[in-house]
């Protein structure tokens, strides 16, 4: 069945770089049938999108992160990255991986379980 | 950027009751809306996509309805595995965003 698994530190000082290693299993990240997203979710606050890539390797970022964040993709290891520059307290959450499905109304079908991460010297 | 806001952001019901949640966009969506159920401690669950297309194996309690800028999620008969917080979610923009969510109790 298809598996994703979010992994990295859980503690960043702050004004150093987060990054976050996602690994999909059961599904294959080369499909053109699927795009893969990053989301996060600050303690008792809403869903935060953060950005996506498709298979093409094009990317689309939140605008109030997109100065900060980078996602890729490496199809060797089937493995999905995100990067944060400069974080600050503010980027404290917990940090989930999602397939998205293209179609004619594109969802998230599949969630890992999340990587909490704090922002703290 | 398209704006989601929820109402209620919370509310409290028994068990067997029937539950509305409105979604509402800051511009019209089409019927480009997914409804997702975060239970405590796990993550989201997609519920209903494209605003009423139930996901596989969702129970048919489950509904979702509306287009242009008004949506609702209704559960026809609330049972305690629903507790948790509801989030709709537009796909109509590139930049996807998510509403603010509605906490269901009992």
């Known amino acids: 069945q298809v598996q994703l698994q979010e992994s990295g530190p859980g503690l960043v000082k702050p004004s150093q770089s987060l990054s976050l290693i996602c690994t999909v299993s059961g599904s294959s990240i080369t499909s053109g049938t699927y795009f893969w997203t990053w989301i996060r979710q600050s303690a008792g606050k809403g869903l935060e999108w953060i950005g996506h890539?498709?298979?093409?390797?094009?990317?689309i970022y939140n605008p109030s992160l997109k100065s900060r964040v980078n996602i890729s993709v490496d199809t060797s290891k089937g493995q999905l990255s995100l990067k944060v520059a400069s974080v600050t307290a503010a980027d404290t959450a917990v940090y989930y991986c999602a397939r998205g499905l293209l179609g004619v109304f594109t969802h998230f079908d599949y969630w890992g379980q999340g990587a909490p991460v704090t922002v703290s010297s | 950027d398209i704006q989601m806001t929820q109402s209620p952001s919370s509310l409290s019901a028994s068990v067997g009751d029937r539950v509305t949640i409105t979604c509402r966009a800051s511009q019209n969506i089409f019927t480009y809306l997914n409804w997702y159920h975060q239970q405590p401690g796990k993550a989201p669950k997609l519920l209903i996509y494209g605003t009423s297309n139930l996901q596989n194996g969702v129970p048919a309690r489950f509904g979702g309805g509306g287009s242009g800028t008004d949506f609702t999620l209704t559960i026809s008969s609330l049972q305690p595995e629903d507790i948790g917080t509801y989030y709709c979610q537009q796909s109509h923009s590139t930049v996807l965003s998510f509403g603010s969510g509605t906490k269901v109790e009992i």
């Open positions: 890539i498709y298979v093409s390797g094009n990317t």
